[in-house]
């Protein structure tokens, strides 16, 4: 069956982001705007209370339970006792650090993105968002020059379910106007989510490992793995390769 659409994933697919840089920047950035409030919470106390709302979309999301950056917001809200002065400069804080981060565009990723688009397959996000929220991501992609390429996007946080939900990816083929999931390849780095969702929902799963190779083998493995973006060209028999 022909490939008319493609869905990508977000996180280790089409981006990555670097070492701890941007984490150290936040937990400063949010220490320097609690302070003006006076809120006294040192940077590594911060940096705690971030893992530790991050071990808890961990546990959400491997359990397929909403957990979004408004549900962190509230947790450290509460723990901290800020009034609401206090939870609108974190937030803002919080935010900006977000958009600040060091989110980089994969190379490969922006090139054949980019060749696909201009092929003509259509091309959306399915993406489990974290706690960076979708309206941060859609700023990054902007950045990277790569907003324009896709034609929709499946964000958890607007969608309402994580990979490997089905209801998530309908929603990306829907938007892309194509009915048969068979007509659509979704790419992506985990066997969990992007692999065994994709398979059960009757896509085509690429696994791409170019940023992450996930060897979880209590799940099947895709019937395409990729290390470069640019062989989707060939795996899945489209458009033709851009240099
Ligand atoms: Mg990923």
């Given at each position: 069956m022909t490939i008319a659409g493609i869905t990508f994933d977000f996180w280790d697919t089409l981006f990555t982001v670097r070492g701890d840089e941007t984490k150290k920047r936040r937990n400063e950035m949010v220490s320097d705007a609690l302070a003006g409030v006076g809120v006294?919470?040192?940077?590594?106390?911060?940096?705690?209370?971030?893992?530790?709302?991050?071990?808890?979309?961990?546990?959400?999301?491997?359990?397929?339970?909403?957990y979004r950056f408004d549900h962190a917001r509230a947790s450290i809200v509460t723990r901290l006792g800020l009034d609401e002065l206090g939870a609108a400069r974190?937030?803002?804080?919080?935010?900006?650090?977000?958009?600040?981060?060091?989110?980089?565009?994969?190379?490969?990723?922006?090139?054949?993105?980019?060749?696909?688009a201009e092929a003509g397959i259509r091309l959306a996000i399915v993406c489990d968002v974290s706690l960076v929220p979708s309206s941060v991501l859609e700023e990054h992609l902007r950045r990277a020059g790569l907003a324009e390429a896709f034609m929709h996007r499946a964000w958890s946080d607007e969608v309402g379910v994580y990979k490997p939900h089905a209801a998530i990816f309908r929603h990306a083929i829907d938007g892309l106007g194509i009915t048969?999931?068979?007509r659509v390849a979704h790419v992506g780095d985990l066997r969990?989510?992007?692999?065994?969702?994709?398979?059960?929902?009757g896509m085509t799963p690429v696994r791409y490992r170019g940023a992450f190779d996930d060897v979880d083998d209590g799940y099947p493995d895709a019937e395409h793995v990729i290390d470069d973006h640019r062989e989707l060209f060939e795996v899945l028999a489209v458009g033709r390769a851009a240099q």
């Open positions: 006294d919470l040192p940077a590594e106390a911060a940096g705690a209370m971030f893992d530790d709302v991050a071990v808890t979309f961990d546990e959400s999301w491997r359990a397929g339970v909403q974190l937030e803002e804080a919080w935010l900006e650090a977000y958009r600040l981060s060091d989110l980089r565009a994969r190379p490969d990723a922006a090139m054949a993105v980019h060749g696909l048969d999931p068979r969990r989510t992007d692999v065994a969702g994709a398979r059960e929902f």
